[in-house]
């Protein structure tokens, strides 16, 4: 690794790429919902795909995974739920408390639909499984998803306020029992237990 | 709902608002992959918003959902697994079988991606939980997830062909229990059990 690699500010790349995949997530949302006529459309068309030869002129083949900092913290640019670079995701800030307790809240909009006006089941199941694995990192020591078991109470509205939160119950040698759930202000949607996997080096 | 509405063509607005959602695909892929200056990601970002404003002009405020077609058939514009025109699905293709078996092949890039260079533990969770809704939905009878347990085997790489299938295992009353999983060529990654259920009218 050159020296100029290792001294990549990723608090001012964060400034740089950040607000273009927030643009990014505002042009997914309204591509959804936008009745606009056919002429329209292809001209929009044209601009985006011209738009994505110029970035593509300077694209990496690999996906942008997760990043190291000078000083040894992990960035996880792309990741599907987390991910401050990937308009997929929503994307998710979390918080870990000092008591273990890993949330964070957040409302999804149209590209997150299931059943009509309501987010897909297994949308919900993407962010249990992130917020679930959350709880069992370390630094330096990723943990993978062993098994994930979700039992559905009712569904999940999109355009709400929803809170995700989960910690851990026990751990036991390479292994993490955790819990969690989707709540909306009525209380608990989806509920979730997994446990997690820290593969001996 | 007007006349007009009932004569509305699906199948066109499927070759003017498919390809837009393609291309969006398009640019969501390669915007995580770009190495591009602040000049040039300020002056592709001007250009994505400008696209989003037209569309904007005439977007609904709610989000496309499951439309009607006149012959009574429903497609899942905005799904987030199989929605055609919904950028952040992949979007799966499903292949009903005549012994019921559901399946779809499908490669996977940069925006589902959980550990480097893997697909997240939670995309694939979100196919199955589709996938194995799928095998218990009825023209009519929308199945809703009861719940759903995930086994990861190992993990399940971006960039190769995979393969998502589910099929029922027996009926209770309004209950679906289903089975399915993920593979790829060197078998499976996932495994998923789920019981689907189908609301009393």
């Avoid at 308009?87 to 408390?97: F, I, N, S």
């Avoid at 999804?108 to 069992?136: C, F, K, N, Q, R």
Wanted: charged share 25%.
């Amino acid at each position: 690794m050159s020296d100029e690699k290792l001294c990549i500010d990723y608090s001012q790349l964060e400034s740089v790429y950040g607000p273009l995949a927030e643009s990014i997530r505002r042009l997914v949302d309204v591509s959804i919902r936008t009745e606009a006529d056919p002429t329209t459309i292809a001209a929009v068309k044209d601009k985006i795909d011209s738009a994505t030869e110029e970035l593509e002129a300077s694209a990496r083949p690999d996906p942008f995974g997760v990043q190291l900092t000078p000083d040894g913290q992990t960035i996880a640019w792309g990741n599907a739920v987390v991910g401050l670079r990937n308009p997929v995701a929503p994307p998710l800030v979390l918080h870990h408390d000092p008591d273990g307790l890993v949330w964070s809240e957040f409302v999804l909009g149209a590209p997150y639909e299931g059943p009509p006006e309501h987010v897909h089941g297994g949308v919900s199941a993407l962010i249990l499984d992130h917020v679930l694995g959350a709880t069992a990192h370390r630094p330096g020591k990723p943990a993978y998803t062993g098994t994930l078991t979700l039992r559905y109470r009712r569904r999940t509205a999109l355009g709400r306020k929803l809170r995700v939160e989960a910690h851990v119950e026990r751990t036991e040698g390479v292994k993490t029992f955790s819990v969690g759930h989707v709540a909306d202000e009525d209380g608990v949607t989806v509920e979730a237990e997994g446990v997690f996997i820290h593969p001996r080096q």
